[in-house]
């Protein structure tokens, strides 16, 4: 079955410090990938998406996405991490029509 | 364009009563999606619908319903709330011309609260 796992639950950065988050997918064949972003009381943002060709995606705000497909992960980073980022971040398999999400990571940014 | 709205952004009910949701989508896109959110379980998929029919459907009991409009407009029913079905409820609209690799997009929900 399809899945989707963020192994972080909270993350703690330092503004100004670079930033990794980890999405480990399982999907049996090729996967549409995709990064979004919710911040509090907000709907989800799509950052980035990967469907195939270049596995380095670049996506709004800064932020890129590096496709592995041989470890089976979609980590989203960004070099120089913003207050403004403090969010929380969804990484997604599409699986025909629907979305198959993991748990999401939040982001928290100390000054 | 407008983006995906989705009204009431706020709805309180209790046990027993049903709810109607309702979606507006990105004007031209033709499918809507549906998806619970909850602190335990996610970002849960519900339903899709594509001119006016369903076309995919998530593992939620049957209490869990929708429709679509002929403009696109879609609404969600739950009947006989439960205390679980509080959460936050996202639609997401696309132009659905590919299934999986089209981008959804999100409105703000409707957050449900059930006393």
């Known amino acids: 079955a399809q899945s989707v796992t963020q192994p972080d639950i909270h993350i703690t950065v330092s503004e100004g410090a670079s930033l990794e988050l980890r999405c480990n997918y399982s999907?049996?064949?090729?996967?549409?990938l995709f990064w979004y972003v919710q911040s509090p009381g907000q709907g989800l943002q799509l950052l980035l998406k990967?469907?195939?060709?270049?596995?380095l995606v670049q996506g709004i705000k800064g932020f890129e996405a590096e496709f592995k497909r041989s470890q089976s992960s979609f980590n989203l980073r960004k070099p120089s991490v913003h207050w403004s980022d403090a969010a929380e971040y969804f990484c997604a398999v599409g699986a025909g029509t629907a979305l198959i999400f993991g748990k999401g990571t939040t982001l928290s940014v100390s000054s | 364009k407008a983006g995906v709205t989705q009204t009431p952004r706020y709805l309180i009910k209790t046990r027993g009563q049903q709810v109607t949701l309702s979606c507006s989508p990105i004007s031209g896109h033709r499918s809507v999606s549906w998806y619970q959110q909850t602190p335990g379980q996610g970002l849960q998929f519900l339903f899709e619908?594509?001119?006016?029919?369903?076309?995919n459907k998530g593992n939620f009991p049957g209490r869990f319903s929708g429709r679509q409009f002929s403009n696109s407009r879609s609404e969600m029913n739950v009947s006989t709330l439960e205390l679980g079905d509080s959460a936050l409820y996202l639609c997401a609209s696309s132009s659905a011309s590919g299934g999986a690799r089209d981008t959804q997009y999100f409105g703000p929900g409707t957050r449900l609260t059930v006393l």
């Open positions: 990967y469907f195939s060709g270049d596995t």
């Open positions: 619908y594509f001119s006016e029919t369903q076309r």
């Open positions: 999907y049996g064949a090729t996967p549409y």
